[in-house]
């Protein structure tokens, strides 16, 4: 998972090619009780990107919080089109894979789940476009070296 030119190899969870501007959350996020999926909304009060809304992004999270009704909620934001273009985490997480596997497979839809470093995640700016390939390659002008 290191850099590689302006590229980032992650490990493909969830296989899927997509893009979109970077949407990095500045922490974990429930997904249910905390996100809204009619209309992508984080509806979390105390969460640091309260009313920012997740649609077409790439979503740069470290990892789910919570409940085990998360993936009915990321199946539903992404059947209604509200849903990130890709899921980038920082951890696997079962929940969140789960609930784009299920999507992507009832709606034919083709949303990527990768897993990188941690520490990548600081090299990541808000709203620059970004490209998730098949492969698990992550790439856009983010980089800093």
Same mark, same amino acid.
């Given at each position: 998972?290191?850099? @590689? +030119?302006? !590229? =980032?190899?992650?490990?493909?969870?969830?296989? %899927?090619? /997509?893009?979109? *501007?970077?949407?990095?959350?500045?922490?974990?996020?429930?997904?249910?009780?905390?996100?809204?999926?009619?209309?992508?909304?984080?509806?979390?009060?105390?969460?640091?990107?309260?009313?920012?809304? @997740? +649609?077409? !992004? =790439?979503?740069?999270?470290?990892?789910?919080? %919570?409940? /085990?009704?998360? *993936?009915?909620?990321?199946?539903?934001?992404?059947?209604?089109?509200?849903?990130?273009?890709?899921?980038?985490?920082?951890?696997?997480?079962?929940?969140?894979?789960?609930?784009?596997?299920?999507?992507?497979?009832?709606?034919?839809?083709?949303?990527?789940?990768?897993?990188?470093?941690?520490?990548?995640?600081?090299?990541?700016?808000?709203?620059?476009?970004?490209?998730?390939?098949?492969?698990?390659?992550?790439?856009?002008?983010?980089?800093?070296?």
């Amino acid at each position: 998972m290191k850099p @590689v +030119g302006k !590229t =980032v190899q992650g490990r493909v969870l969830v296989p %899927g090619q /997509a893009s979109g *501007p970077a949407m990095v959350l500045d922490e974990t996020l429930s997904f249910w009780g905390g996100f809204n999926p009619v209309n992508g909304e984080i509806i979390d009060v105390h969460h640091p990107q309260h009313r920012a809304r @997740v +649609g077409g !992004t =790439v979503l740069f999270i470290s990892q789910s919080r %919570g409940s /085990a009704g998360t *993936p009915g909620a990321i199946a539903e934001t992404l059947r209604n089109g509200s849903g990130p273009a890709a899921f980038v985490l920082a951890s696997a997480d079962l929940n969140i894979s789960v609930g784009v596997m299920v999507a992507n497979r009832l709606y034919e839809l083709n949303v990527p789940v990768v897993e990188i470093a941690l520490t990548q995640f600081a090299l990541i700016e808000n709203e620059i476009n970004i490209q998730v390939s098949e492969a698990g390659l992550i790439s856009g002008a983010w980089l800093h070296y």
